[in-house]
């Protein structure tokens, strides 16, 4: 199988994660309600490991292999963060209408592009961030589909039809770097320092906020999960 085709592969695969998350969030309910709620958090802390994981093990590294200005590098990355920053405020001026839904686009997306430049000029790492973002997907599409569907007049199979309609853009945005991020890698780095950057502010924002619950330590084994899946792909990686 070509570069192409198995960057389209992955791409496709890590949007379909998004699908199955909201489909396992048809689950109502989970008795008994201790339970529920420690599985909720659990799969919030989950997620969160996995986007430190891709930020730590890939993004970073990448990014700054490609952006050889310390200056240039760390301001992308604070770029990153104040524009999520300000796409939060934004929201809580609309009453935070879904915020869990935009907050996944606006890592899926930055995210699939650089995929498709990374597959186009080689990197060993994409395959591992192409898991990371799937890994990603499936708790931030549970949530997603709970969020969109606790809105008035929402209806099940249209939040559905949404989340299917979400698939497309992975392997779009990704063949939209194969083309145009490969060629200009300075532009590539720059979109995983930026990506980076927001991804950490959702994280202390967001998701670890909610990830938390008293006297609680499912959640925190969580995290810790989901960046040893990382980690293990990295090493993979590594030594073979």
Do not use: K
């Not at 891709?54 to 104040?82: D, K, Q, Y």
């Not at 099940?156 to 497309?168: E, N, V």
């Not at 780095?189 to 950057?197: D, Q, R, V, Y």
């Amino acid at each position: 199988m070509s570069e192409f085709a198995t960057m389209l592969l992955l791409t496709t695969l890590a949007g379909g994660c998004i699908l199955v998350g909201g489909l396992g969030a048809r689950i109502e309910r989970i008795r008994p309600d201790w339970l529920e709620n420690e599985f909720r958090h659990g799969i919030i802390a989950f997620g969160g490991g996995a986007l430190i994981s891709a930020v730590a093990l890939v993004l970073v590294p990448e990014g700054v292999r490609l952006v050889p200005s310390a200056w240039g590098a760390s301001f992308l990355l604070l770029l990153g963060g104040i524009t999520f920053f300000a796409l939060d405020r934004f929201l809580g001026t609309r009453q935070r209408e879904a915020p869990q839904f935009v907050a996944m686009l606006a890592d899926y997306l930055p995210e699939s592009l650089a995929l498709g430049g990374m597959f186009a000029i080689g990197a060993p790492t994409a395959p591992i961030l192409a898991v990371l973002v799937g890994l990603q997907n499936l708790p931030e599409g549970f949530n997603a589909y709970r969020e969109l569907n606790s809105r008035p007049g929402a209806r099940t199979g249209r939040t559905l039809w949404l989340m299917c309609a979400l698939i497309p853009l992975g392997p779009l945005v990704g063949t939209l770097g194969w083309l145009y991020a490969a060629e200009h890698t300075l532009f590539l780095g720059g979109i995983m320092l930026f990506a980076s950057g927001g991804i950490l502010y959702l994280l202390f924002q967001d998701i670890a906020p909610q990830s938390h619950l008293q006297r609680q330590w499912a959640p925190a084994l969580g995290a810790v999960l989901g960046f040893g899946v990382g980690m293990f792909g990295q090493l993979l990686v590594a030594g073979g």
